[in-house]
């Protein structure tokens, strides 16, 4: 068997995995050196790929805002269209379409004429307009009013009449010329206030029918025109789009070729890096391995030491010890007399038990013989009374025997007495009983004739109540029917024969057809509907409500093109930010990954969507040996470090005061846990972020700075404890020069 010494010495001594790995890594270096110039090549395809999906993404975004432009605008001018075709009265095409009135004066020449737009200049129509010449002294207005006509666009018809309607800019303007109007003249604001010659003014409130369709005429103009600029701005973003699109579609090929060639490069260093890694790992577990067997001969060294001194300080009290038969013996003895003393105690503890329990019988018999002499007492005393009650009792009876005893004299003389009175009381009782049979017939006969009465009696009152009830009902009824007659006919009884033209001998009709008949009239009466006499006051509050919904609409819509360009420029702002984002994480990432893993190749791609800001992101890794895929195919170990990488990506893309790592190194094997701590003392000598980390492992705890633990220096007393690495070594370092001076 070979020991534990001889292991370790074989293990120094052997240098064939050191030679190796050093050829391992020459060629790892001759492979990559002929993959960078593919490499370059493909990050210039990707860049311009980038740029052009940049230009392609502001192109898209252009052609969707144009297009919901054209789309918004097609469907106001749809609107205002279907508005403006809605259908007259009779009497032909109104006036008003055929009027071009000028912006802005829409809601003036709408007040000045109001419903006369509404008549055509068909002859034929009820309502027309009439050619007449123009007025051979027309009356002017004062210097400095334009006349109507000047901003309409009108037939000859209208000519005459807007003539006579003058445009003034504001109310107290109306008021301080209104006295020197002639016969016929009118003023208007802008916003539709009128004055005329006879004096009626009328406020500037909500716009009129003919207001509101004139001033959607001019809308509509304006919409065709904007649909026709919008169209030809569609149409180009559109073809700029596909340009762009097809210029895309050529750079992903030229990126895909490249990449493709540079992955055949790679394959080439596959082998050099996979040869790398196995002796990395031999070299590491025997590193290991040498590092394991040194601390298990020092611990069996100091386990041999520790057996002789446990050894030579036994053997040292046993010299100290007496001889064992003399313990014995006292030991026997002093058993041997506890024993005894034990049996003695008890035998002693039974004897007094017993002693106690006889007590405890004795004194509850004497408790009950107590009791028993306490009830004979009592019982004797209840005797002494019933004792002499009896002697009384005795003596009574004898004295009422001596009274009864004198007296059976008295009792024959009183029971004959008694026996007359009861032969007189005999005969009395005989002639009652005649005169009571014969009172008791007559009785009978009197009661069979009360009762033949009392029938009779019944019937009468019976029927009286009936007569009475049939009254009470006869004048509800009565009662009913004459409130019914005045709340519908709103007159007496009598006074239907007049309404229904009936005379006062003449049949009435059957009450059925009757009531069809009236329910039939009510129907047709229903069918006419009630008169509204606020029909006009309506149509004015429908038109005040209709302008205002109007101006809100206009303000709605105004609102909602500030809203949709804004949200576009956000939109806009926020994907040129994300992709410059993406971009530099990217970056950051693809670097940091081939630091950590010592090669392979890994990168960040948006997916589900050719928008930024709802797009997906999805990590591709291509650890050194492996092919490129998704993170969620890679081991633990691998995925801990391709999160790493991309947490550091961000972190030196937008760097934070301080980064807290809980147990990342965990997954980690020695020589991973080394890079991971190469890295760290990388990102903060590049970055002002402070690292905290949270770790159970040796090497981790052994790199940093600062070390905060708790220790138990105490049984129970947790107790918190900080060790300063970087002035343990600097003091360290220090000792060992002054000790170095001084040898």
Known sequence: KITVEERLASLEDNNLFTQSLVGAEKNLTTAEQLISTTLLEFNEAEDKKQKIQQLEQEARNHHQTCEGNLARITAEKQAVEEFLSADYEEGGVPILEKLSVSKGYEMALGAALDSDLDAGDD????????????????????????????????PLTLKRRLSQIGVVKSEEEALRLIGGLKSGQRLVTFDGGVWRWDGLCISPEAPSRAAVRLSQKNRLKKLIYDYQNNDKIVFSAQEKHKNISEELNEIKIISRVCHDKWRKSDEQAINARRELAEFEKLAARHQSEESALKDRLEHLRQDIKDQNNRYQTAIDNLKKLPET??????????????EAKRSYFSDARIAHDSHYNKSEMRINRLEQVKAECENWQGRLKNMNKHLENLNIRSEETKAELIILESRP?????????????????????????????????QLSTKEREMRNVQGN?????????????????????????????????????????????????????DEEMSYQKLERLKIERERLGAVNLRAEEELEEINTQLGVSVNEREELEEAIRHLNKAISD???????RMLKAFDAVNSHFKNLFITLFGGGEAYLELTESDDPLDAGLEIMASPPGKKMQNLGLLSGGEQALTALSLIFAVFMTNPSPICVLDEVDAPLDDANVERFCDLLDEMNKNTSTRFLIVTHNAISMSRMNRLFGVTMAERGVSQLVSVDLDSAEKIRNRVMDSQFENV
């Open 325 to 338: 038969v003399e313990l014995e013996n006292k030991i026997i003895k002093s058993r041997d007399a506890v």
């Open 123 to 154: 002859p034929a129509s009820a309502v027309y307009w009439r050619d007449l010449p123009p007025l051979v002294e027309q009356a002017k207005f004062a210097e400095g009013i334009d006349t109507l006509d000047k901003f309409v666009k009108s």
């Open 457 to 509: 009696v019944s019937e009468a009152r019976e029927q009286k109540v009936r007569i009475e009830t049939n009254l009470e009902q006869y004048n509800e009824l009565k009662e009913n029917l004459t409130r019914r007659i005045h709340e519908e006919f709103d007159c007496e009884p009598m006074g239907l024969y007049m309404l229904t033209e009936l005379e006062s001998d003449e049949k009435i009709p």
């Open 409 to 441: 004299g008295e009792i024959v003389l009183e029971r004959r007495k008694l026996n007359n009175l009861i032969d007189e009381a005999g005969g009395e009782l005989k002639e009652a009983a005649l005169n009571l049979s014969e009172a008791e017939e």
């Open 570 to 576: 956000l939109n806009r702002e926020g994907r040129a």
